[in-house]
Every structure is written in structure tokens, then in C-alpha cells.
């Protein structure tokens, strides 16, 4: 019975064998319709492919008979047809999508853009109290005329003039004619509660159009890129263009272990900052993990800005950003180190900052005194950092790539989609057209560089733009809102 048993079990066994040496017919024929299928799928997108290929014409001679005037043979042959393939994505050139840091101009025009009313000339009169200069582009963008009402600091109108002049320069009969009023000053100044909301619904009157280099979320005065982007000669700061090469130099010559594992400061307190001169308590590296720098300006100039140079500042770890009478230039740069961005509770933005998303590309530092205070939340900051370095450094790479991609190419894309916005909202005409009308005064670039300083000069001709070669790249729809 054993034997019987044992010689069934050995004959299942070899039956399974054969049933998985030969499969049902069932299978068979689902395999050979699949492989049928597969086949006739291949030929099809293969017939496309060259009834594809055979209709496009390529820079290389495909599908083109050779030029019949031509006397000799041509002997280049038939250009590979893979390549009209491989390469018909391209064949159609679209201009690039915008970067989403300065993608806000929807956010920054909607109080003209709700309701359809526009920007009005009564509107644009009224934002002359609090404006420095009018500016008028017209003919196409081949004219710039300004309207000077008070004197800028330092050399900001001139850069800001210089600055429009490059844009005409980069994008020649792309800049619509725009007529607007400028505040060259820091603090922003069209407040949202004197008017109910800024035109949201029913409930409030569209504010007077105002430019200027920030703004904060209880403002509306429009956000424009400042004057440094083509240099700050009175700090010997340089375009930003090679500033940001130089910076991000100096930062690769230091490896983030090899810097020094505390939170880093240097500037200005002087500056009717409370929150800079609170920061200057925090200035101990054994309690707070921190060393605050006071910036000298004066003394700087004396010899020659030998120890603020700042692509030799990216020596820390991590690096504070504290905001100054307002928004300070110097963030960009800061988080050009790629070092941890600790940021101090911002009240300012500028055009860029708004693509900025914490525990990304900065650390949040706060000030709330219930919440620990500003000292130490820099320590948890740091702490946390040392914590976890890989993510620490993650975090200000991420921070210096954000600063990559904010090239002088984005600033202007965001420039033009801003006047050509705000163009589309204007509901008159723009005044002037040569020759100027008094007081305003025609600008162009010689004008500039014959007022300007010999040190002023040197930056505004380093700081020229060249025409674009390609499109301005095309802001997505929902930027901003």
C-alpha cells in the first residue's frame, strides 16, 4: 500500500511537470494575442512616426530637395531621420515658465484688477504726496522721462532710472507705455485700512498706485526690484550679477563642516531698528550660539572696505537676516552663502521674498517674548541645526539655489510682466512724448552716466544689460493669487 502510494505521488509529481512544461491552450492563445497585439501597436506608432517624419522639415535638410541652383553635388547625404524624431519637442520653441519667487505680480496689482476699475489719473495724482518721482515710458519703450518731486538717498534714483533704461535695453518695443509714481524710501506708505480693504467688493475704494522696493501685508504699495541689483557703490557692493558669483565662491571654498557651527550677524544697527538693537544682546556663543557684528559703514569707506567684503562672510554655519528701518537689501545675499538662513520674524517683503517657504529654503527665528524670545530661538535654531546637519545644510542650499535662479534674466522677466500688467490696468494715456513736458526731464543712459560718479559710473556700465536673445518667460496663470 505503500508502494501504491509512493508510485501515485511520483506520478502526480510528473504529471504537474507536464503541465507546467506545456501549458493549457487557453494560455497559449491569450500570450499569442497579447504578443499580436503588442505587434500591431508597434507598427502603428511606427507609421505615425514616420508619416511624422516625413512631414518636418528640419534646419539639418530633412524632407527638403537640395537647392536646384546650386552647380555641385551635394554631399552631406540624407540627414539621419532619428534626429527630426528625437527632436520635435523642440521644433516648437516656447519660452520658459517663471520661476515662482518673483511670480507675484497677479498679488501685487489685484486691488486695480477687482471691480474692472483700473488705474485712473485721479488715482495716479493722488499717489503723488507720497511719491519721489513720476516716471513716464512711452514711444514702444523708447522713451523715459522723469518727474522729480523730492531728492532719493544716496544714488537710488539714479540706479532706479538706470534700471528702467536697461530694461528698454533688454527688451527694445517689448515695454509698454506706462506713466506711474515712485517712492524711493523704505517704508511703504499706502496703508490698507484707509481704504476698507483696498477695493474688496463693495466694501472699500481702490488705493492710489504707488512703486516702491517693499511693501508688508498690511500695504499696498507695489513691489519693485531696489536699486542694488545693479549695485550699491556707497557700500562697494557690486551688480549683483558677479556679487552673487563672488559670493557663492567664497562659500564653496568653505565646506559646511569647516564652518564655524554659530549663528552670524554683521550690520548696521543704526538704523532706527529696535529689533537690530535687541539683536546686539543676543551676541554670545556660549549661551545663544551666536556672534552679532557691528557694521562700521564710516570706517569701512576709510579702509577701503577691507572687512566687509561680503563673499568672505560665509564662514558660519548659519546666518541672520533681522530687518532694518525696513526691509533690508541684504537678504539676497545672506542667503547666497548657503549657510541656514535664520530669519527674524519679517514684517517687509520685497518682490522676491514672497518665495520664500520656512523650514525649506530659511529658519524662522521669532521674537515673541512668551514664546522664549528672540536670543533663544536662535540657540533652538542652531541646536537643532547641529542636530541635524544634513538637513540643516539642505535647507541653505536650498536657500543659495533660490538666489541661482533670482539671475538678472528673472529680474527683468518680473519687471516687464509687471509694467505690462499694470499697463493693461492704466484707463488713460500717458503723458509725456518728446520733447518732455516741465518740469519732467527726459533720462537716457548718457544722461545718467554724466551725472553719475566715477565710482557710480564703473557700476552702471558693469550693471548693462544686453538685448535678450529669447523670449521672456511666461508667468503662470495663477501667480501670485
Known sequence: MAGYAA????????????????????????????????????AILRSVHDAAVSRTTTLLGHNLEPTPWHLFKHDKGRPPARAAFRCAPSLTCRPPVAQ????????SLAPWRRGGGGVTRALLDAAQRR????????????????????????????????????????????????????????RPAINRTDYGGGGDGDHGSP????????????????????????????????????????????????????????????????????????????????????????????????SGYHNSKLSSQCT?????????????????????????????????????????RPEVNFWPVHIDVAAGGMCESIRDAVEWGEAHPAEAEAVGRRGQRLMEELDMDAVYDYMLHLLTEYARLMRF????????????????????LCLAGEKQRRFLEASAASPAVSEPCVMPPDAGE
Open 100 to 107: 515662482p519667487a518673483p511670480g507675484t505680480t497677479n498679488a
Open 131 to 186: 511719491a519721489s518721482m513720476r516716471v513716464a515710458i512711452t514711444g514702444g519703450g523708447r522713451w523715459l522721462h522723469v518727474e522729480l518731486y523730492y531728492a532719493c538717498v544716496q544714488s537710488r534714483a539714479l540706479f532706479t532710472a538706470w534700471s528702467l533704461l536697461q530694461l528698454m535695453r533688454r527688451y527694445p518695443g517689448r515695454v509698454p507705455d506706462v506713466e506711474l509714481m515712485f517712492d524711493c524710501m523704505d
Open 316 to 356: 558660519h554655519r548659519y546666518k541672520i537676516y533681522a530687518e532694518g528701518f525696513a526691509w533690508s537689501v541684504s537678504l539676497k545675499y545672506i542667503l547666497s552663502c548657503g549657510s541656514m538662513a535664520l530669519v527674524i520674524d519679517p514684517q517687509y517683503e520685497d518682490f522676491f521674498s514672497r518665495g520664500l
Open 429 to 448: 494715456r500717458p503723458a509725456e512724448a518728446p520733447p518732455p513736458r516741465p518740469p519732467a526731464q527726459e533720462v537716457c543712459e548718457a544722461s545718467v
Open 7 to 42: 508510485e501515485a505521488g511520483a506520478a502526480a509529481g510528473a504529471g504537474r511537470g507536464r503541465a507546467a512544461r506545456h501549458p493549457p491552450l487557453t494560455s497559449l492563445v491569450v500570450s499569442t494575442i497579447a504578443a499580436f497585439s503588442a505587434v500591431v501597436v508597434f
Open 207 to 302: 488705493p492710489p498706485p504707488l512703486f516702491r522696493y517693499c511693501t508688508t501685508r498690511n500695504h499696498f504699495d507695489i513691489p519693485f526690484p531696489d536699486w542694488s541689483f545693479w549695485g550699491w557703490p556707497e557700500t562697494n557692493i557690486e551688480p549683483w550679477s558677479k556679487e552673487f558669483r563672488d559670493i557663492k565662491e567664497g562659500a564653496k571654498a568653505i565646506k559646511w563642516q569647516e564652518r564655524v557651527a554659530t549663528a552670524y550677524w554683521k550690520g548696521n544697527p543704526d538704523v532706527a531698528s529696535p529689533l537690530r538693537v535687541a539683536l546686539l544682546n543676543c551676541n554670545d556663543t556660549n549661551m545663544w550660539h551666536a556672534e552679532i557684528m557691528r557694521q562700521n559703514w564710516d570706517e569701512e569707506v576709510k
